[in-house]
């Protein structure tokens, strides 16, 4: 007695099926390119949080970078209590950083148009001395804003930083309302346009 074989599937079935699995295999890789976009440059879209629902920040440097690193003078001690009334721009980098670099040259057009204007930025540097074979920090530092005119102080946190003990991707953007309240962030390289509404946004609430 024969044991009957199944089967196969007929050829408009084999098409509908290589059809079907090739739309799921089209749509995991569009929403994958799209979330890798989205780290490497941060979308300008999304709305402002909500003003009820923002909460007040808390960033305070007390380790700040030498004052020859950066061409703005740095405070001994920048807390964003002391910047009441602006609107606050706080980027997290590194030098090593490529996304970090890709977005160097929005945030020097950004300054430009907007500091006159009351909005407040700063820069942190995640550098470390072990990240540059030998050459220090703040030596690597001073050579990066040579080369890139960098005109935004930039701040080291000090060695017992809490930023040292968490796991933090960069670059990443933290935008503050005019009452210290994180009103947007970002995580990627930043959209320049997308972030000049925001500002433009923000320095319009009361």
């Known amino acids: 007695m024969k044991t009957q074989q199944p089967s196969s599937p007929s050829t408009p079935a084999r098409t509908a099926l290589g059809l079907g ?16 976009a989205g780290y490497f440059r941060g979308d300008g879209n999304e709305p402002l949080i909500p003003i009820e629902k923002r909460v007040a920040g808390n960033i305070a440097m007390p ?12 405070p001994a001690d920048w807390k964003l ?11 997290y980098f590194a030098t090593w950083c490529n ?28 550098d470390q001395d072990s ?8 030596k690597t530092l001073r050579e990066f804003v040579k080369n890139e005119h ?19 991707s960069i670059p990443q953007t933290f935008v503050y309302d005019k009452h210290g309240r994180i009103a947007r962030s970002l995580m990627g390289s930043i959209d ?7 500002l433009e946004d923000l320095l319009k609430e009361q």
Request: aromatic share 8%; glycine share 8%; with cysteine.
């Open 21 to 36: 699995l090739a739309f799921i295999v089209g749509c995991v890789a569009f929403f994958g390119a799209y979330l890798v």
């Open 63 to 74: 380790v700040l970078a030498a004052a020859d690193v950066t061409p703005p003078a740095t």
């Open 81 to 91: 209590s002391d910047q009441a009334g602006k609107v606050v721009v706080v980027n």
């Open 99 to 126: 996304p970090c670099m890709v977005e160097v040259p929005a945030y020097k057009e950004l300054e430009k148009e907007f500091a006159p204007r009351g909005v407040a930025f700063v820069a942190i540097s995640l």
């Open 131 to 138: 990240d540059h074979e030998g050459t220090s920090r703040e």
């Open 150 to 168: 960098f005109p935004i102080p930039i701040l080291i946190p000090g060695p017992d930083a809490p930023i040292w003990r968490v796991s933090m």
């Open 192 to 198: 320049g346009r997308g972030m000049k509404q925001t």
